[in-house]
């Protein structure tokens, strides 16, 4: 009974949240295409919206320097008529040379032994035709050996104001996870954003970008997604590629503010400007086919000469549905949370970061899953963001039960082009 008020109450919502974007877009976008006008360099708010995933380094102008100036944001750039396209990849190897006893995958250790992996190898093409209709499709080599589809979406951003995506790329949510992997202060992204967020989903996203007030909100509808198997392994990307199958619907909304200036794609200062600020904050209502869900983010990112701090909470309220359309996830109603600390300096090529998370996969149970893990890293950036080289320690402490070894330290090199 009270997942089918829980469904009832996301439909409800979703409904009303869409009909609230239509209300408040419509006058909108009969000012803007009177005054249409091409998107500006430079975007307020801590995150590039359009972003090929942004793990690709392309930004919302398509061709926004990601390392340094006169980088074309690409390995070549082709021009024919009306459009203008750009290749793009990133490469990143890590080596890992000391890992716990207990070390496991499945329980979201990076490294299992010390040995080499590639964490990511990815490859695309992103570009925008007529000045006003960006789009990206990229692929990721796959543990298997195979390759799967990143990104596919175009954007429509004729209207100043209003701009509207189309296809799979990252719900917009958790600010770690809508960062890119190649635009972190540590050489990975937190565990938090991993296991509780949503990344890339199928659907449709409306945006405004208030760059005179640094005031940018997202509102989207995704196909629902579903958990894999632990909670350690996260959620599904891009379930609904050939269509939706199993799930029902999720709505996705985010906003955020940068008063003071513009953040950058990085979370490191890389640029040393003064004093800025920004938060944000964002949910969603989830109903796949096994699960329905409730998530809620807070965070807030400050940045000045070099230094950054930056904090994040996020939440997960789940609930199985009566019918699963596959195996259920959960045997009855969970809540998670989670909350993440992070500082670091940069000083000419050097950068230092560290952070804390404090994870809790069941608030109403304490046991040895709920964790706290210290991460610390140092790196060498030869060209800015584009190639550098990392050296992280990972240190999991359980904060109830029995302790488990599972500390892992490794090195990792970042080609991103």
């Known amino acids: 009974m009270y997942a089918t008020r829980l469904s009832d109450g996301i439909h409800r919502t979703s409904i009303m949240l869409t009909a609230f974007a239509a209300l408040v877009v419509s006058p909108i976008v009969a000012f803007a295409a009177t005054t249409a006008a091409s998107l500006p360099d430079a975007v307020s708010g801590a995150v590039a919206p359009f972003a090929p995933d942004q793990d690709g380094g392309i930004g919302e102008t398509a061709f926004r320097a990601p390392g340094y100036r006169g980088y074309r944001g690409g390995m070549a750039v082709i021009r024919r008529g009306e459009l203008e396209a750009s290749l793009y990849g990133q490469l990143q190897t890590r080596g890992t040379f000391f890992t716990g006893d207990d070390n496991l995958a499945l329980r979201g250790d990076l490294a299992e032994r010390p040995g080499f992996a590639v964490p990511r190898a990815r490859f695309g093409v992103a570009g925008q035709l007529a000045d006003h209709v960006l789009f990206a499709i990229g692929t990721d080599i796959t543990q298997a050996g195979g390759a799967r589809v990143n990104d596919a979406w175009l954007t429509y951003t004729r209207f100043r104001y209003l ?4 296809g799979a790329r990252k719900l917009p949510f958790s600010r770690s996870a809508m960062t890119s992997s190649s635009d972190q202060a540590l050489a990975e992204r937190s565990r938090a954003s991993a296991w509780i967020a949503p990344y890339r989903q199928v659907g449709v996203t409306m945006a405004g970008r208030y760059e005179d007030i640094g005031l940018d909100w997202d509102l989207g509808l995704y196909n629902g997604f579903t958990r894999h198997g632990t909670f350690y392994e996260g959620y599904r990307e891009n379930d609904g590629l050939s269509g939706n199958r199993l799930n029902g619907l999720s709505t996705a909304g985010r906003v955020a503010w940068a008063p003071i200036g513009a953040m950058g794609e990085a979370t490191a200062d890389m640029e040393h400007k003064p004093l800025r600020v920004a938060v944000g904050l964002s949910g969603i209502l989830n109903d796949g086919g096994t699960v329905r869900s409730k998530h809620m983010g807070v965070d807030a990112i400050l940045k000045v000469r070099g230094l950054h701090l930056l904090v994040e909470a996020l939440s997960e309220q789940a609930e199985p549905v009566d019918e699963p359309t596959e195996a259920a996830t959960i045997p009855a109603s969970t809540e998670r949370r989670a909350l993440v600390v992070e500082a670091g300096y940069v000083v000419d090529r050097l950068s230092f970061a560290a952070r804390v998370e404090l994870l809790d996969p069941n608030v109403d149970v304490d046991d040895h899953d709920d964790e706290m893990i210290v991460s610390v890293a140092l790196g060498y950036h030869f060209i800015r963001n584009l190639l550098r080289v990392q050296l992280q320690m990972d240190h999991r402490e359980e904060r109830y039960g029995p302790a488990i070894d599972n500390d892992t330290a490794f090195a990792q090199i970042q080609l991103r082009l």
């Open 163 to 166: 701009h509207m995506s189309f």
